[in-house]
């Protein structure tokens, strides 16, 4: 994807990046969008729209001049054919004094175009914190590739510059040559077996090289992309090479289950079915795992529901855990000091939300937060809080 925008990485350094911002006004865009003609024909329209409403809001407060360099950038954007016509399900656009960015979302986002003093950032810490995320590495010898996706949709990461593509480009000159031919038989339903075209000595070299390959890739994909996501990373790849790549990986994201089959021999929608058949066990495992840890924190008195006095114990950095409801919004504020609940300001219930903002605390005072579907929760109160002491 070429555009003349370079767009952004959604991470957790990249949203503490957002809600650590200091400039002032910051203006936040969110929108649906459509991935295919000609659904998508719509959405530079209706984002011109929403500038034009970003911009009214700055014409009661600033200057001209200081109006026109703000939203220059998202009338850049706006041109960029090629961008539009690459999109996803869902966009954010944050800009600010020195400041711009863009996200393309996997999932549809409400129309939003709001200018206050700090980002309104709910939806990207809601993309964040949701359980159900996951990466695909799809690895044969002869290529590299990474997704990013759920249930509903998986997507291609563009590698970062150190994660080797090729086995040729992990090795070089130190592959062997020149290098035995590996035939794979059988369909992606049925089992695989490969031939080796030679014996003795070269195949040894040749199963070296492979050995070799998997841990600069292990390496590559753990420090570029890993880490800084912290997704589970799921593998696809041959039935054998399952076995060589578990045996020298030292990825603590990589699954213990993955896809077993040729992930060249794929369709896109064949490999994003076959991850999520391998993935959803394991998810609903770990989210019945969360309910359990709360009803078991609950049971000793280390646990509450009341949104009231969850809040209060997130102010005081007692808040080891928290689970919310995907859907549930409340509107309103917590006072930092004191953790109690005020309502939102009238005529601006959306900026305020007090569950985003609830999330946002318990991370800063380093609790884990998880962002649950209402049939997985263990409450009905839209939130479940595991303290620690």
Known sequence: MTTTHTLDTLTPARLAELVSFQGRPCLSLYQPTHRRHPDNQQDPIRFRHLVTALETSLRQHHATDAVKTLIEPFEVLAQDHDFWN???????VLGAPGLFRVFLLQRPVAELAVVADSFHTKPLRRWL????????LALSLHLVQLFEGDRNALDAVVLAPGVPQTMTAALGEERTEPHTKVSSYGGIGGGHMAMHHGQGGKKDEIEGDAERFFRAVDRAVLEHHSRPSGLPLMLAALPEHHHLFHEVSHNPFLMASGVMADPQGLTHDALRQRAWDVAAPQQQAQQAAW????AAAAAKGLGSEDL?????????????????????????RIDAATGRI?????????????????????EKMGGQVHVLPAERMPCRTGVAASFRH
């Open 86 to 92: 690459h999109t996803l399900d869902g966009l954010a």
């Open 129 to 136: 914190q949701s359980a159900g995320r996951y990466q695909v």
């Open 291 to 294: 309910s359990d840890a709360y």
């Open 308 to 332: 009231a006095q969850v809040a209060q114990a997130a102010v005081a950095g007692r808040v080891a855990t928290l689970l919310i409801e995907a859907e549930r919004q409340v509107a309103g």
């Open 342 to 362: 005020d309502p939102a300001e009238l005529g601006n219930p959306r900026v305020d939300d007090v569950l985003d903002d609830l999330g946002a605390l318990v």
